[in-house]
């Protein structure tokens, strides 16, 4: 099969869905790759790389569109590369199909099939594929890196001959893929490092990574925020004040917060409030990674960097991946030839689109002309 590689058309999204390195284990596959020019420029990946790499360089998205059966991109489709889709080709992309209900409609109706990586199972088996963890965790990392970018002072602690340096201290709020990824590179530049999150038995990995996990003074035991499959649950009105006592209690103490905090299927959860912002001290540095989804803090403002009068800087940003471009199309794309892998169990070139695969079902949003979101919950683990 040809599998083919646009360069993406969303407005400051610099990351590419195929790498030379992927199209190389895709041939292995015996699938031939395609990319349009330029497509990997902004991730530093120059169409001569791809060139040496056995891929076909393709003048133009039309081009590419029409000659390849399956395309491989990062964003959801837009109505005009929905309109280029047609029976017997595949798409797989993030897709983010409970957000994109009518573009999921029209794709079935073209009779695509459609892989939506955002749809990944996640089970162990699927890891390698989960191209949310490799995003999220770019974004942890990131996310440190744009705090000490906007931080006036070092992370470590330093003892110099004009003077001492006390080290920076980092709340990390939500321990999940994301907020683990931020505690690692926290601790790794020399913060002191604190984490909270609803789930318990995530206090262990926070305290081994060289962080301290904040314990909440609440009456009952510690409240079990979680829900099945690793994620959170809404936390009780109790549980909630008291995490909102410690924080409160901690604002004016810290410089760096990461919040990270996310419900499934519901807006951000509120935790940095508005007094605990102004008990910061200026030029402490809030980076609001929920603020896709309203934020964790409720003065971010998604895709800016404000500074409150207090002198606070609070960070929006939700492209966090896309501006580490390399990096992150070197994961994505071994995700998607992870997911190749599985499609093509011969590997001779042929697809075979095994419904009652776990993991290919479980992604699969759009196939023979039906809509198939959402998916039967997986059979294995
Ligand atoms: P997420 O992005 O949905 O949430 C981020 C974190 O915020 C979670 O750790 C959650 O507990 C936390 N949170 C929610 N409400 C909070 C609150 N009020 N205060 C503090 N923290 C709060 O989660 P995620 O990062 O995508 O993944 C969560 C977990 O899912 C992982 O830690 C892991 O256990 C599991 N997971 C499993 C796989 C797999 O098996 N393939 C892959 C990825 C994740």
Request: hydrophobic share 40%; charged share 25%.
């Amino acid at each position: 099969m040809k599998i083919g590689t646009p360069k993406e058309v969303m407005q400051g999204e610099a990351r590419v869905a195929m790498t030379p390195d992927s199209a190389k284990q895709l041939q292995k596959l015996g699938h031939e790759c395609l990319i349009e020019a330029g497509a990997g420029e902004k991730a530093g990946l120059l169409d001569s790389a791809y060139e040496e790499a056995g891929v076909t360089v393709v003048e133009s998205a039309d081009a590419l569109w029409s000659q390849s059966d399956i395309i491989a991109k990062v964003q959801p489709p837009t109505d005009e590369e929905i309109g280029r889709l047609s029976e017997n080709k595949t798409l797989i992309s993030f897709f983010w199909p409970g957000q994109n209900e009518e573009l999921m409609k029209q794709a079935a109706e073209k009779g695509a099939s459609v892989i939506a990586m955002d749809m990944v199972p996640r089970i162990s088996r699927a890891q390698k594929m989960d191209a949310l963890s490799s995003m999220a965790n770019i974004a942890g990392y990131r996310a440190v890196i744009e705090a000490g970018n906007n931080f006036g002072r070092f992370f470590t602690g330093q003892v110099t001959a004009a003077g001492k340096v006390p080290p920076a201290k980092v709340l990390v709020v939500g321990a999940g893929v994301a907020g683990l990824a931020a505690i690692g590179t926290s601790t790794s530049l020399g913060a002191i490092t604190l984490a909270f999150d609803v789930r318990p038995e995530v206090a262990e990995q926070v305290e081994s990574m060289g962080a301290e996990f904040v314990y909440l003074d609440f009456e009952e035991e510690q409240e079990d925020g979680s829900e099945s499959g690793g994620y959170a649950k809404p936390s009780s009105p109790e549980f909630r004040e008291a995490q909102l006592a410690k924080f409160r209690e901690l604002a004016p103490d810290v410089d760096i917060v990461i919040t990270t905090a996310l419900i499934p299927n519901r807006e951000a959860p509120e935790l940095w409030t508005e007094d605990m912002v102004q008990a910061m001290k200026p030029g402490s540095v809030i980076v609001d990674l929920a603020a896709e989804k309203g934020g964790n803090c409720k003065m971010t403002v998604k895709d800016e960097r404000i500074v409150t009068e207090n002198g606070v800087i609070i960070i929006g940003y939700t492209d966090f991946p896309s501006r580490m471009a390399k990096q992150s199309s070197l994961l994505y794309s071994t995700n998607i030839r992870h997911m190749m892998t599985d499609l093509t169990p011969e590997k001779d070139g042929k697809v075979v689109h095994d419904m009652e695969d776990d993991v290919i079902r479980g992604a699969t949003i759009a196939h023979g002309k039906e809509v198939t979101f959402p998916p039967p919950a997986p059979k294995t683990k």
